[in-house]
């Protein structure tokens, strides 16, 4: 026997490979058992909501630890969350407010209205950037874990509503105090105050419904998220956060398009419940806008975030 043949006999003999043939009933039988859904689709819309839903549990947990992650590496900790938008509010209210006079045209307090309009804005533009980067830097779980991707964007701006929570009282305070200042209006404590509620549940889904939208293309298009900076400090220029819109675009034909946009009527619905400003009292037609806006928002946000759910994570 040579060696060729030895080599041949000691090898082990390969089964060939087994055929499975299944039909279409077994498929069906064994998807309706185990509840499997086919991966890489799109899923419906009606169960992806309910789907989301169930889930509210995990995003309250996510976006508390997301919260509590803030500045954890500080000396100061959650303190900066109460301490950068008041010195950010404070250099506002020194260049705009007394060195060049524009945030005090109109306005009778102009302490408590730029730092109404701060602490608002930083809200909603750090829950832009939050939902702008939700996917991107969470790309480990999108891709290892199967859950509605919704969650990630919504996660971050409630975790923006938690660190905005303290905040609130400090912006009321400075507010309130700002009142017993010789050049400054009075600021009272009325019922009033308490729209303050609503109007920032307004904001918070108002700014969900964008986070869902940037999210989605800053996923698909990365170049952007060094662009929606920009975007978002022209847009604060163009809300009247440092100085009155209708005082200094009220005259132009077009100026009504920049008191009614969202942003501002949000910084006019806030700025209404705390504040004494004859230009800002309660407003029945801006309450309706902030109501229209945040539920328009909040359902293109969602639906155009759903569109492209089963891309996430595969580009």
């Not at 309706?32 to 890489?40: A, F, K, T």
């Not at 309910?50 to 997301?66: C, H, N, P």
């Not at 303190?79 to 209210?93: D, E, G, M, Q």
């Amino acid at each position: 026997m040579s060696a060729g043949e030895a080599e041949q006999m000691e090898a082990p003999l390969v089964p060939p490979p087994l055929e499975r043939v299944f039909d279409q009933a077994s498929v069906q039988t064994a998807i309706q058992e185990n509840d499997l859904e086919q991966i890489g689709v799109r899923p419906r819309l009606i169960p992806y909501f309910k789907e989301l839903w169930q889930r509210r549990s995990f995003i309250q947990v996510l976006a508390s630890s997301k919260a509590e992650a803030e500045n954890q590496n500080t000396y100061l900790g959650q303190i900066w969350a109460l301490v950068s938008p008041t010195i950010n509010a404070s250099v506002y209210v020194l260049i705009f407010g007394f060195l060049l006079n524009v945030g005090r045209a109109g306005i009778e307090n102009t302490i408590a209205f730029i730092v109404v309009g701060v602490f608002m804005f930083r809200f909603f533009e750090r829950s832009v950037m939050a939902g702008a980067h939700s996917l991107n830097k969470n790309m480990n779980l999108v891709r290892s874990v199967n859950f509605p991707r919704a969650v990630l964007p919504a996660a971050g701006v409630l975790a923006e509503l938690m660190i905005l929570g303290p905040a609130l009282v400090v912006m009321c305070v400075i507010s309130y105090a700002s009142g017993f200042l010789p050049m400054s209006g009075k600021v009272t404590i009325d019922a009033y105050w308490l729209l303050l509620l609503p109007a920032i549940f307004l904001l918070w889904l108002f700014s969900t419904g964008c986070a869902f939208m940037v999210a989605r293309w800053v996923a698909m298009t990365p170049d952007l998220d060094n662009l929606l900076p920009h975007f978002l400090r022209i847009l604060m220029y163009a809300s009247g956060v440092i100085f009155s819109v209708e005082r200094y675009l009220g005259q132009y034909s077009w100026g009504w398009l920049l008191e009614y946009q969202p942003v501002a009527v949000y910084l006019y619905l806030v700025r209404s419940s705390i504040l004494n400003e004859p230009a800002y009292t309660p407003d029945a037609t801006m309450w309706l806008f902030g109501a229209v806006w945040a539920v328009l928002f909040g359902v293109i946000g969602f639906l155009i975030f759903w569109g492209g759910e089963e891309k996430y994570g595969r580009d």
